[in-house]
């Protein structure tokens, strides 16, 4: 069992910020409104996400790290609206590292934490916590020193956890979100509110002066595919990684189309040595796509690409027009 852990802990697991995304996904998932983040010596060390959200109750608190027991109900394999992979991270987490997770619902009275090392866990125990839960997971890879050599250095790791964190961040504005490090990775997101001008400000919070003031709003549809959020030219040069975020029902992506057809809808307006900044929103039926090709991706399979390039290009060229660009 713990050899299967680890085979599955080497797809979902690929580096600290795979863990972040994993912890904070499941404080999403249970409703938090404070997800505070903390990590040592680039999350190889120490990763601690706390939250305030709805808790484990104890009798779920052994199976929650037992292999493909989730909580979640899906409808079908299509709804990606729950943000977990079927019952493989705490796990997974747990094959290849130091874990321990404390808990406390709202209905009990004090809190009760468990630990799993080297895919062994140990029974529950009492513990002091406030309602919410807190994973700590230390010693990375400790179990499988194989994977301990792929990692970047302490900064580059940081960097990954604070992009997975921005990321997350600017699909749940009314979400509280902090992220401390041992260096210059902190983050502190205020929460704002799930609407256009709270989504803005949420932006404004993750990407500092790369989101200038005259942010162009999009708000689009076609075929019952929805294109909302914001973007924007920023005045000077960019060096480093494009500032550009897409989301598929509420969910961060990486995907080809979409980053071509943001080019593509660019493409006349840029100078050559600038890249659009972008925050854009895709909502259409689930049974229309698919995001979780692979757990640690964030491919996206539309049924229909055409529709969501054409959706896309023609939204973001309008609204540039609209603003005289
Ligand atoms: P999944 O998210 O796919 O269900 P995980 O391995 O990530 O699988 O988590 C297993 C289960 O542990 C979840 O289904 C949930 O019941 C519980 N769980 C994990 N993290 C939290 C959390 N922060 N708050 C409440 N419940 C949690
Ligand atoms: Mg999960």
């Known amino acids: 069992e713990t050899m299967i852990n680890q085979i599955a802990a080497g797809e979902v697991i690929e580096r600290p910020a795979s863990v972040v995304k994993e912890l904070v996904e499941n404080a999403l998932d249970a409703g938090a409104t404070r997800v505070e983040i903390v990590t040592a010596g680039g999350g190889l060390n ?4 706390t ?54 619902t709202a209905t009990s009275d004090s809190a009760v934490e468990i630990a799993v090392e080297g895919g062994h866990v140990s029974p529950a125990r009492p513990a002091a ?21 792929f990692m970047k250095g302490e900064r580059a790791e940081s960097s990954a956890t604070g992009d997975v964190v921005k990321r997350i961040a600017i699909a749940f504005p009314a979400v509280r979100f902090t992220l401390a490090g041992s260096d210059r990775s902190t983050l502190e997101l205020p929460a704002t509110d799930d609407t256009p001008e709270g989504r803005l400000r949420r932006i404004a919070q993750v990407m500092g002066k790369d989101f200038p003031d ?17 973007v924007s030219i920023p005045s000077f040069t960019r060096a480093n990684a494009l500032q550009q975020y897409a989301y598929v029902n509420g969910r961060p992506v990486r995907d ?6 943001i080019r593509g809808a660019f493409a006349d307006v840029l100078p050559r040595d600038r890249h659009a900044v972008t925050a854009l929103f895709l909502s259409l039926d689930p049974a229309t796509v698919d995001v979780n090709v692979h757990p640690a991706k964030a491919d996206v399979r539309f049924r229909d690409p055409g529709l969501v390039r054409g959706l896309i290009v023609g939204a973001v060229r309008q609204a540039l027009a609209g603003a005289g660009i």
């Open 214 to 230: 005259n942010a162009i709003p999009i708000d689009a549809e076609r075929e019952g595919v929805r294109l909302t959020g914001h």
């Open 129 to 149: 916590a406030n309602r919410g839960t807190t994973v700590e997971v230390r010693d990375l890879f400790f179990a499988t020193p194989a994977r301990l050599k």
């Open 46 to 49: 120490l990763i601690r996400v």
């Open 256 to 261: 080809k189309l979409i980053a071509g057809a």
């Open 51 to 104: 939250d305030d959200g709805s808790g484990i109750p104890e009798p779920e608190l052994a199976l929650a790290v037992s292999r493909h027991c989730t909580s979640k109900l899906a409808d079908d394999i299509h709804d990606i609206r729950s943000l977990g992979f079927r019952g493989e991270a705490l796990p997974s987490i747990g094959s290849i590292a130091k874990l321990s997770i404390r808990s406390r």
